[in-house]
């Protein structure tokens, strides 16, 4: 794990080699965005780290970072009141923090894997950037009163549960990692988020994914991502929460590096 230092803050990053297997000519790598509550090592499971996983099945090389205020990432004072996410946090970090990190790792066109908050992100990010693939999985699109509910139980969850508790295993400072999140998606300004007509000018390969049982979103969030001109690829999972890549590991594993297998 490494620190890189950006122009307003540091961040945690996890670089992941190239599989000494791979092909002679090196693929992009791929870039892993995490969820709303995620970090680096929110990646990993009991069945290991699942970006080391993905970067093995498709001989690429990996980028893991945490986004500022997650995992060990230098966070904000006061997130709950000056410093509160504004209602396009995500934009912003598609199309400028992004930007900075591919440029400070000397990254070109890769391939986003995102989950969640991260997939939106990648979408944001490939509208406006060449990539050679994106993969979304279980992305926000626009916001929906299923995905509202799921949050205020998470607050809940957070406030009078055990959440907390079990956040703070990987968050430098969780209340930031927490609050941050939580306070932007239940604001009036949130509300009226919606990228649908930003992804249509999405030029490169898609592949979205949503589990059916996703307490998050509904299918609507991968249906209505709808390139002008990029080729989609959507898979609806069975059996499978917001976590494709945990709720159903080696079936998402196997429909990226078959999606990634002719992408360079």
């Known amino acids: ?43 990993r499971s009991r069945e290991g780290f699942w970006p080391e996983q993905v970067c093995l099945a498709t001989g690429r090389a990996g980028v893991v970072y945490s986004r500022r205020g997650y995992g060990q990432s230098d966070g904000l004072m006061d997130v709950r009141g000056t410093n509160r996410l504004p209602p396009d946090y ?4 598609a199309w400028e923090v992004l930007p900075e990190l591919l440029e400070a790792l000397h990254i070109e066109q890769p ?25 979304v999985m279980a992305p ?26 079990r956040l703070s295993k990987f968050h430098r400072d969780v209340d930031t990692a927490f609050w941050q999140w939580n306070d932007v998606w239940l604001s009036d300004g949130f509300r009226s988020f919606d990228i649908r007509s930003v992804c249509h000018d999405i030029r490169c390969p898609v592949l979205a994914l949503q589990g059916a049982d996703d ?5 609507r969030q991968i249906e209505e991502i709808r390139p002008e001109r990029g080729q989609i690829i959507r898979h609806a999972l069975a059996n499978c929460g917001h976590s494709p890549h945990k709720d159903q590991a080696q079936a998402t594993l196997t429909l990226v590096a078959d999606f990634l297998a002719d992408k360079p």
Request: glycine share 8%.
């Open 111 to 135: 391939v986003l894997l995102g989950h969640s908050d991260g997939g939106t992100i990648a979408l944001l990010h490939a509208a406006r950037q060449p990539l050679s693939a994106c993969v």
């Open 1 to 43: 794990m490494a620190m890189i230092q950006l122009k307003q803050t540091r961040i945690e990053v996890q670089q992941i080699l190239r599989p000494a297997q791979a092909d002679v000519q090196p693929k992009a790598p791929i870039v892993f965005l995490h969820e709303g509550l995620g970090s680096v090592a929110l990646w």
């Open 140 to 165: 926000h699109v626009m916001v929906e009163e299923v995905s509202l509910r799921a949050i205020e139980a998470a607050r809940e969850a957070y406030v009078s549960g055990d959440l907390r508790g």
């Open 90 to 93: 995500m934009h912003r970090e």
């Open 215 to 219: 307490a998050y979103g509904t299918l």
